[in-house]
């Protein structure tokens, strides 16, 4: 434990990293250090997160470390973006002022060599970075841009070497303006928790990490509620839009549950917490957010991969286009090694690199602060593509909000009260939504459950249970629970037709009982469902509930589903998702025990985050933070966005420099073009996947401005580097 209390994540902002290139570089740096345990870089951000022991080594040290290596880099507070680069660097500054006085050698001649003191004052960051990169054995862009500074200067070109390096240097700085934005709000949802609690019985204040659980703090009007729990005293309206995505206000009351990151509105509050802040929903989400923006996508991987390979071989042939024209004594060699050079320079890779993870982490950023959490490129890719949308009926398309219509003892030794007070005791044990709406009706009739003396309690998915009490065997659930207790289920077509869900007890082999419960449809999920056909996907539901259950769903949704399948086990629904999945992508989605088998078989599985299960949400790929159905559907015209975000970024990077090199070809090899058209593409393939953050600041919808100034005050932070907090 003493062990533990060592570790510390920190965030560090490096500004003077380029592209995943630099990322071996980094992590060789980081990794000889003694202390660091483990090292996560960010690129599109140009965030690295480091988990160290803070006794062996601290964040200045890790911070010197980097710089040693010109990286620029600077200590997040608080995993708090402070953006740093607000202005270009010195080196930059004083690099493009002399080369603008450079070209007064019109006037003057010898002020031509003011272009020479733009190179040596500018080159300083590419050289160091250039040395550290050789001395750990890996080309990098600021190899290939010192070889181009270096072999300008060979054939006296000063004005040009000059201009490399100013266009360059430049270059990273306005690159980490352009993704401020994208790192503003990934850093806003993963610090959305304040760090102080207050204790309601003291008033003290204390570490939200000290927190322990069953405390009970006080939460007052403008405040961030810091630990998950259940409201035991007051009422208020709660602000939840940065957690699930809800545009409205929320009430709270006595019994109600809250969570850390959301925001009182108006009223005092004490809350009982049900969590330590480590295991909050918001330090889940936060866990899951680095998760997927530190995971690679299929596309991004080939790219990197291709790229270790295709700098090599560019310098080798930039090498043979300089080298062989000299061997062979051919006319005009400054052509040439002009041509080596632009061909050099034009190879870098940067912007193909970054083409799709910038893409990747925007689309992440901008799902995640809608309130769906995407856990990784790859899912985005297959998201996509999907072809299919499987749903589940209860707690999904449905409320999961039952309440009893019809309940009987069908036998005449046990009385009604007797048959609910056993039903409502073992149901207390079960977390299905069905389970709750039996033991309310039990109380309604003044019996209270006893769980403590079920039993062997066992749960049968998609089944029912089982548990033993006051000497008898009770099994609850569907028509399929007769097979386990051996009995007989009558055909009751009454109750069916109306839709409802039937439930049926036995008592050992012998049918004790028979209830009837009914639930209605989300608000949406016809609107969801229709939009998802109008995107060309073919809708289908599929449920353990009986075939009329499932038919008077489908009849609420105005039959738009294509597909319907009732009475299905796990197993059955993992099987019909295997047929769906030869017809195209699936995707599944969820919120239960009985859906997880389904949603781990889909090619993506999107689980009721907060509503579902803790096993849905550990099995989907996807997690729908609130119960907005219609989220699905703009989170796969979000993913096709960012796919066609990519396919653009990659043409964007390879014609704007397929047309320098053309432009070499034709006998013009500028070789300050070049680099203009590469760090330029590397410019315009960050702001085009920037595109898919619009509307992020006005995400969310209305809510109380005095309460986000309020936070954002207790915070620190400005409102307009916390976008989530705008209204």
Same mark, same amino acid.
């Given at each position: 434990?003493?062990?533990?209390?060592?570790?510390?994540?920190?965030?560090?902002?490096?500004?003077?990293?380029?592209?995943?290139?630099?990322?071996?570089?980094?992590?060789?740096?980081?990794?000889?250090?003694?202390?660091?345990?483990?090292?996560?870089?960010?690129?599109?951000?140009?965030?690295?997160?480091?988990?160290?022991?803070?006794?062996?080594?601290?964040?200045?040290?890790?911070?010197?470390?980097?710089?040693?290596?010109?990286?620029?880099?600077?200590?997040?507070?608080?995993?708090?973006?402070?953006?740093?680069?607000?202005?270009?660097?010195?080196?930059?500054?004083?690099?493009?002022?002399?080369?603008?006085?450079?070209?007064?050698?019109?006037?003057?001649?010898?002020?031509?060599?003011?272009?020479?003191?733009?190179?040596?004052?500018? @080159?300083?960051?590419?050289?160091? !970075? +250039?040395?550290? %990169?050789? &001395?750990?054995?890996?080309? #990098?862009?600021?190899?290939?841009? $010192?070889?181009?500074?270096?072999?300008?200067?060979?054939?006296?070109?000063?004005?040009?070497?000059?201009?490399?390096?100013?266009?360059?240097?430049?270059?990273?700085?306005?690159?980490?303006?352009?993704?401020?934005?994208?790192?503003?709000?990934?850093?806003?949802? @993963?610090?959305?928790?304040?760090? !102080? +609690?207050?204790? %309601?019985? &003291?008033?003290?204040?204390? #570490?939200?990490?000290?927190?322990? $659980?069953?405390?009970?703090?006080?939460?007052?009007?403008?405040?961030?509620?810091?630990?998950?729990?259940?409201?035991?005293?007051?009422?208020?309206?709660?602000?939840?839009?940065?957690?699930?995505?809800?545009?409205?206000?929320?009430?709270?009351?006595?019994?109600?549950?809250?969570?850390?990151?959301?925001?009182?509105?108006?009223?005092?509050?004490?809350?009982?917490?049900?969590?330590?802040?480590?295991?909050?929903?918001?330090?889940?989400?936060?866990?899951?957010?680095?998760?997927?923006?530190?995971?690679?996508?299929?596309?991004?991987?080939?790219?990197?991969?291709?790229?270790?390979?295709?700098?090599?071989?560019?310098?080798?042939?930039?090498?043979?286009?300089?080298?062989?024209?000299?061997?062979?004594?051919?006319?005009?060699?400054?052509?040439?090694?002009?041509?080596?050079?632009?061909?050099?320079?034009?190879?870098?890779?940067?912007?193909?690199?970054?083409?799709?993870?910038?893409?990747?982490?925007?689309?992440?950023?901008?799902?995640?602060?809608?309130?769906?959490?995407?856990?990784?490129?790859?899912?985005?890719?297959?998201?996509?593509?999907?072809?299919?949308?499987?749903?589940?009926?209860?707690?999904?398309?449905?409320?999961?909000?039952?309440?009893?219509?019809?309940?009987?003892?069908?036998?005449?030794?046990?009385?009604?009260?007797?048959?609910?007070?056993?039903?409502?005791?073992?149901?207390?044990?079960?977390?299905?939504?069905?389970?709750?709406?039996?033991?309310?009706?039990?109380?309604?009739?003044?019996?209270?459950?006893?769980?403590?003396?079920?039993?062997?309690?066992?749960?049968?998915?998609?089944?029912?249970?089982?548990?033993?009490?006051?000497?008898?065997?009770?099994?609850?659930?569907?028509?399929?629970?007769?097979?386990?207790?051996?009995?007989?289920?009558?055909?009751?077509?009454?109750?069916?037709?109306?839709?409802?869900?039937?439930?049926?007890?036995?008592?050992?082999?012998?049918?004790?009982?028979?209830?009837?419960?009914?639930?209605?449809?989300?608000?949406?999920?016809?609107?969801?469902?229709?939009?998802?056909?109008?995107?060309?996907?073919?809708?289908?539901?599929?449920?353990?509930?009986?075939?009329?259950?499932?038919?008077?769903?489908?009849?609420?949704?105005?039959?738009?589903?294509?597909?319907?399948?009732?009475?299905?086990?796990?197993?059955?629904?993992?099987?019909?998702?295997?047929?769906?999945?030869?017809?195209?992508?699936?995707?599944?989605?969820?919120?239960?025990?009985?859906?997880?088998?389904?949603?781990?078989?889909?090619?993506?599985?999107?689980?009721?985050?907060?509503?579902?299960?803790?096993?849905?949400?550990?099995?989907?790929?996807?997690?729908?933070?609130?119960?907005?159905?219609?989220?699905?559907?703009?989170?796969?015209?979000?993913?096709?966005?960012?796919?066609?975000?990519?396919?653009?970024?990659?043409?964007?990077?390879?014609?704007?420099?397929?047309?320098?090199?053309?432009?070499?070809?034709?006998?013009?090899?500028?070789?300050?073009?070049?680099?203009?058209?590469?760090?330029?593409?590397?410019?315009?393939?960050?702001?085009?996947?920037?595109?898919?953050?619009?509307?992020?600041?006005?995400?969310?919808?209305?809510?109380?401005?005095?309460?986000?100034?309020?936070?954002?005050?207790?915070?620190?932070?400005?409102?307009?580097?916390?976008?989530?907090?705008?209204?």
């Amino acid at each position: 434990m003493a062990a533990n209390k060592k570790l510390q994540k920190s965030y560090f902002d490096v500004l003077g990293m380029c592209c995943s290139t630099e990322v071996p570089l980094i992590e060789n740096i980081l990794k000889s250090l003694e202390g660091v345990k483990e090292v996560s870089v960010i690129v599109p951000t140009r965030t690295v997160i480091v988990v160290h022991e803070n006794l062996l080594v601290s964040q200045l040290q890790i911070v010197n470390a980097l710089n040693q290596a010109r990286m620029e880099a600077n200590v997040r507070a608080n995993g708090r973006i402070e953006h740093q680069g607000k202005w270009p660097s010195p080196f930059a500054m004083a690099c493009g002022l002399l080369l603008l006085l450079s070209f007064l050698k019109y006037v003057y001649h010898p002020l031509q060599w003011l272009a020479v003191g733009a190179v040596v004052i500018g @080159i300083y960051p590419i050289l160091i !970075k +250039a040395y550290a %990169a050789i &001395t750990s054995f890996r080309l #990098d862009v600021n190899v290939l841009m $010192l070889i181009a500074v270096i072999g300008s200067i060979a054939m006296k070109d000063y004005t040009e070497a000059g201009t490399i390096v100013f266009l360059f240097t430049t270059a990273e700085w306005l690159e980490s303006r352009a993704s401020h934005k994208a790192t503003a709000v990934m850093s806003s949802l @993963i610090t959305m928790t304040p760090p !102080k +609690a207050i204790i %309601a019985e &003291t008033g003290e204040e204390v #570490d939200a990490d000290e927190v322990k $659980l069953d405390t009970v703090l006080a939460v007052k009007a403008g405040e961030v509620i810091p630990i998950d729990g259940i409201v035991v005293d007051g009422k208020c309206e709660v602000d939840e839009k940065t957690l699930t995505g809800e545009s409205f206000p929320v009430t709270k009351e006595k019994d109600s549950t809250v969570w850390a990151g959301t925001i009182n509105l108006n009223g005092y509050i004490s809350v009982k917490t049900t969590a330590v802040a480590k295991n909050c929903v918001v330090a889940k989400m936060a866990m899951l957010v680095e998760e997927a923006q530190n995971s690679k996508s299929r596309t991004q991987r080939f790219i990197d991969k291709f790229a270790q390979f295709y700098t090599p071989a560019i310098i080798v042939v930039s090498a043979a286009i300089a080298v062989i024209p000299a061997a062979l004594r051919v006319h005009n060699l400054q052509h040439w090694f002009h041509l080596a050079l632009v061909v050099m320079v034009t190879g870098c890779p940067c912007a193909l690199i970054l083409s799709t993870p910038v893409a990747s982490f925007c689309a992440l950023t901008e799902a995640a602060t809608s309130g769906l959490l995407v856990k990784g490129g790859d899912y985005l890719e297959i998201l996509s593509k999907i072809k299919i949308a499987a749903f589940d009926k209860t707690g999904t398309l449905t409320r999961g909000e039952f309440f009893v219509t019809d309940f009987r003892s069908l036998c005449e030794d046990i009385s009604l009260n007797t048959l609910l007070y056993w039903i409502s005791s073992i149901e207390s044990k079960s977390s299905h939504p069905m389970a709750a709406a039996l033991v309310e009706y039990g109380r309604s009739h003044s019996i209270e459950p006893k769980p403590e003396i079920v039993e062997d309690y066992q749960n049968f998915p998609g089944e029912g249970i089982y548990g033993r009490i006051d000497g008898r065997d009770i099994y609850i659930g569907s028509r399929k629970i007769s097979v386990r207790a051996h009995g007989a289920v009558p055909t009751l077509g009454s109750n069916r037709i109306e839709g409802k869900t039937v439930g049926y007890v036995f008592s050992g082999a012998t049918l004790a009982g028979i209830f009837s419960l009914s639930d209605a449809c989300r608000t949406g999920a016809e609107e969801a469902v229709d939009e998802l056909k109008s995107m060309g996907i073919k809708a289908a539901m599929l449920t353990g509930d009986n075939q009329d259950a499932a038919i008077h769903v489908q009849e609420q949704l105005g039959n738009c589903l294509d597909v319907v399948h009732a009475e299905l086990l796990p197993e059955d629904k993992a099987r019909i998702i295997k047929d769906f999945k030869k017809e195209g992508p699936t995707a599944m989605i969820g919120d239960g025990v009985n859906d997880a088998p389904a949603l781990a078989t889909a090619d993506i599985g999107i689980s009721m985050g907060i509503s579902g299960s803790a096993l849905a949400t550990e099995t989907g790929h996807v997690i729908l933070m609130s119960n907005d159905i219609r989220k699905i559907p703009k989170a796969i015209q979000l993913a096709r966005k960012a796919h066609r975000k990519v396919i653009e970024n990659v043409i964007l990077s390879i014609s704007i420099k397929s047309a320098i090199l053309a432009l070499a070809l034709a006998g013009y090899p500028l070789v300050w073009a070049a680099v203009l058209a590469d760090v330029g593409s590397c410019l315009l393939v960050t702001c085009n996947s920037m595109l898919l953050l619009r509307g992020t600041e006005n995400h969310g919808g209305k809510c109380c401005k005095s309460s986000a100034a309020s936070l954002t005050e207790k915070r620190g932070c400005k409102t307009s580097h916390c976008p989530l907090l705008e209204c």
